[in-house]
């Protein structure tokens, strides 16, 4: 007997279903009211509600029954973890499904990091799917650690495990046609994939062009009027809720019963420690709904549409043949996980995670490579410098201009006004290539802060006061081979080592997450009142998002999609 005649059997009570689970507050994506009654499920799948013999039964009176999370856009690199750990934290907050784009690995590693994530991704009880990264390396103004042709992103597409074309964050070379771009696009579209874009305040006539392109979704949009335009666009608009971008205050008023299928709630980024403190989906259900949101319409943004999107035809909702992927919550205002069911396996109950860990596979080696001299004086030229300015809550920067701080015919760092030196230097080929800049807002009085994750190459990337102390934390990532660290007065206050590709721990999630608590009260303790300093540093040098960042290569005018001179004439 098949498996399709077996579930069949036991949908028409022919056959014993495996559990019923009794008494719950069933959510129906369908029409976004809840019923109270019984499932049933046998195999991984839902068989449905009407009464049939099952083996166990699990009284769930009292709670609301919930499809599994879906994830609609997530970097699984920004949380630090490798996937078996990332799908423990998730799973026990209810996200059952993934969408991830992989193209911060790809930056550094090329196919080799993708297929080493797919391998391990596989592993889980989470369901992960995959994006190709469209854009490696991400810009023209950057030295990736790998390439990936139109050629490689065609043979990735044809893989069942990737489902979409991976962001466009090239949007310019969308908009005036560049044939490479085009091209992938091109291939994305023969095999009637997803393609996601990101195009931060495009509109008009440019967002016309961008959605004739083939993009279909944005996650970038930082005002209401945007996401409105891009709305009307045809785009799916994915409102972030990440550990350094925050969108769900602005973007909220957008959605609407009748337009909540085309919005969905995403994270982007989010980091190992708010994971465990805060939550994921589960977080931005209920910042939604303390903002307004009926919780009928908050829960449909994170099964049903991002399902719908992404053609993910067996999942998002409760009906027979869907996915026995089901979360069990006390209240819809809190959203607290009870129970999870991945596949119809009980993973996670009452704050217990019951599957058990495995040990991850070997990660493929990547050594820091630094240039043999690293001279971080910056002579003055008698003139005003442009400066980075951090914009609270977003990834966005703004582009100022400044009077520079001299010292012995030296531009240097100013804590005084919170204007600090800022270096980005290429690591993954040894070009000897890096580049200065200052930045304003991240409020260290003294010491240094220096990471390898960088977006989107993942250069090395340093903040600080003094020269010392920046070269100090540039050597001690290059012994860890990558990772974040904090140093001040020549010393090394806390670091965290990522020795997959400069990204990654393979560390628990919780000794992950202490780090990180470590490492932020260390900057804090400098001086620094940001809420997540190293993501915020790791977008310094995302040269696709406005206004100046900073690359391996120099000072990117991301408005003007040029490189410019650190002094203003």
Request: aromatic share 6%.
């Amino acid at each position: 007997m098949s498996t399709l005649e077996a579930l069949l059997a036991k949908a028409r009570g022919e056959e014993t279903a495996e559990l019923v689970l009794k008494g719950a507050k069933i959510f129906d994506v369908f029409s976004a009211t809840f019923e109270e009654g019984d499932l049933y499920f046998a195999g991984g799948f839902i068989l449905g509600r009407a009464p049939r013999p099952a083996r166990e039964s699990l009284d769930l009176s009292g709670l609301y029954l919930l499809p599994g999370f879906i994830e609609g856009h997530l970097h699984l690199e920004s949380s630090y973890l490798l996937p078996q750990e990332l799908a423990r934290l998730l799973l026990s907050r209810g996200t059952t499904t993934v969408v991830c784009d992989p193209h911060e690995i790809a930056n550094v590693l090329g196919l080799e990091g993708l297929f080493y994530l797919v391998s391990e991704a596989r592993q889980t009880p989470l369901d992960f799917f995959f994006t190709v990264p469209s854009c490696v390396p991400a810009s023209p103004f950057e030295t990736a650690g790998a390439v990936l042709s139109a050629d490689e992103v065609a043979t990735l597409l044809r893989r069942e495990d990737f489902i979409a074309l991976g962001e466009m964050m090239n949007f310019p070379g969308v908009i005036n046609g560049d044939p490479e771009v085009l091209s992938k696009i091109r291939a994305a579209k023969i095999l009637q994939k997803p393609i996601d874009g990101h195009a931060p305040t495009v509109g008009g006539k440019e967002l016309e062009a961008y959605r004739l392109a083939g993009p279909a979704s944005d996650h970038e949009c930082l005002r209401l009027e945007e996401a409105r335009e891009k709305l009307r666009a045809g785009m799916r608009i994915f409102i972030r809720r990440g550990s350094v971008a925050n969108n769900l205050p602005a973007l909220l008023p957008l959605v609407r019963p009748e337009n909540a299928l085309f919005c969905s709630l995403v994270s982007d980024d989010v980091s190992a420690r708010e994971l465990l403190e805060e939550g994921h989906l589960d977080r931005a259900l209920r910042e939604a709904v303390a903002q307004g949101l009926a919780p009928e319409t908050a829960l449909r943004l994170v099964t049903i549409s991002p399902a719908l999107y992404f053609g993910l035809a067996d999942r998002g909702g409760i009906f027979p043949g869907a996915r026995a992927d089901l979360v069990a919550v006390s209240d819809l205002k809190n959203f607290e996980v009870q129970y999870v069911w991945a596949r119809g396996e009980l993973v996670f109950q009452e704050g217990k995670w019951l599957p058990g860990q495995r040990r991850p596979a070997p990660f493929p080696e990547h050594p820091v490579r630094l240039p043999e001299k690293i001279d971080l004086t910056i002579p003055h030229r008698g003139a005003k410098i442009r400066v980075i300015g951090l914009v609270p809550g977003e990834i966005v920067t703004e582009h100022l201009v400044l009077e520079p701080r001299v010292e012995g015919g030296e531009v240097v760092s100013d804590p005084s006004r919170d204007i600090l030196k800022i270096v980005c230097l290429e690591r993954h080929h040894g070009t000897g290539h890096y580049a200065m800049g200052f930045v304003k807002g991240f409020g260290l009085k003294e010491g240094a802060l220096g990471t390898t994750v960088a977006h989107d190459s993942h250069q090395m990337l340093l903040v600080g006061v003094e020269d010392a102390d920046l070269l100090l934390a540039a050597r001690r990532l290059r012994e860890l081979s990558g990772g974040l660290v904090v140093v001040a007065k020549g010393e090394i206050l806390a670091e965290l080592p990522l020795p997959v590709a400069g990204l990654l721990s393979n560390l628990a999630a919780e000794e992950v997450a202490e780090r990180l608590e470590k490492l932020k009260e260390e900057a804090q303790g400098l001086g620094s009142e940001l809420p997540e300093p190293f993501m915020a540093l790791s977008f310094l040098s995302l040269a696709v998002i406005p206004s100046l960042k900073i690359t391996d290569r120099g000072l990117v005018d991301v408005e003007k999609f040029d490189f410019v001179d650190l002094f203003v004439a």
